[in-house]
């Protein structure tokens, strides 16, 4: 079970100190929301913020391009340090060459899908990436309240995953907190993003227990590692 607390969700004028307080906190991945205000209405961060992060942080960066042109970013983001980088599936034709390149350039290869797009569109791309990012909002903000619907297709990726031997993670991102994500990891989610419920908090290594926790004991998997009597 991988916690990734979310950058996007944190003080804008500390960024080096609440990327330390979330390593502190516990977190496994460092989740970076990138926004180019064309794929999305917002725009966040670019590669220089990941690039002086780099070296004062040891968590997974987990760089997630909600970008129209993620052609002219994945080198960027790659030599600033990203280990794992998204694209989204929306992006059509043009996916294929996008994860071999992300693959190239030595980054794990994650791919995301938004709200209204069917899982479906994902199919043909699961045997060449490392993980999926299922989007529990609409992209673009932070704070949204999760969308149910969404449950489903994390079940679908798992069923896909076990059926074909598949090793990729399932990544969930949008509303998790702690109740959420113990319905996500429930059907098989075993990567949780989460901004708001994370970074909001004074408390953020209680918050980050208290869901891997709540997530540890929702998964498929939790009756297996329960000791064996004796
Ligand atoms: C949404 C981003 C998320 C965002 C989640 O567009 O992709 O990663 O940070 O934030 P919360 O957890 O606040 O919904
Ligand atoms: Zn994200």
Known sequence: MIIAPSLL????????????????AGGDWLHLDIMDGHFVENISFGPEVVRVLRPLSKMFF????????PE?????????????????VELGERVTPLLWKIRALGCKVGLAINPPT???HAEPFLSQIDLLLIMT????????????????????AAAWR???????RIEVDGGINRDTAAECARVGADTFVSGTALFGQRQMKRAVET????????????????????
């Open 72 to 88: 002219i970013l994945l080198e960027p983001f790659a030599k600033a340090g990203a280990d794992n980088i998204t694209v989204h």
């Open 162 to 168: 076990r059926e074909r031997g598949l090793g990729y």
């Open 137 to 156: 909002v609409n992209p673009g903000f932070g704070g949204q309240p999760f969308i149910h619907e969404m449950l489903p297709k994390i079940q679908q």
């Open 118 to 120: 069917a899982i479906a």
């Open 211 to 230: 869901m891997r926790k709540a997530v540890t004991a929702a998964a498929p998997m939790a009756k297996h590692r329960e000791p064996a009597m004796c």
């Open 9 to 24: 969700a944190c003080d804008y004028r500390h960024f080096a100190k609440e990327a330390l307080r979330a390593q502190k």
């Open 62 to 69: 987990d760089v997630h391009l909600m970008c129209s042109k």
